[in-house]
């Protein structure tokens, strides 16, 4: 687990370095053959999803219970995420567009998300 962890915060450092000291302050993006897959963990009132192979974490806080498609909590995320709209613009998936605009790659907002984690809503996970 340690060395996903290593790994994980590499990978977005470098990312990150390379974001803010190239890019202008505009959209930035890249494109992946690699579907963004999951490992959850929920705790019923807290949930805890990290993304791979790109470095994506959410973590949920809410009523996780019951059966409805989407529940509203207060999430926090930190990493690549996948952006679902363009994604489907560019004609996939796959390939699928991940997200490197600095201010898209860090939030905490109160909003409805989805009950099961989907490749295309990961600001949603």
Known sequence: MKTYFSSFIIILTVVSLYTY??????AKFFVTKHQPEYVSLNLAVTRIVVWYPWPFASVSFGWLVGDSPKFTALQMYLGIKCDGSRTVMTGGPPPYVMVLTPREMAA?????????????????A
Do not use: F, K, L
């Not at 000291?21 to 505009?26: E, G, H, R, V």
């Not at 905490?108 to 949603?124: F, L, T, Y």
């Open 21 to 26: 000291s190239i890019a202008p302050p505009t």
């Open 108 to 124: 905490i907002r109160i909003h409805s998300i989805d009950r099961i984690p989907v490749w295309n809503n990961q600001g949603g």
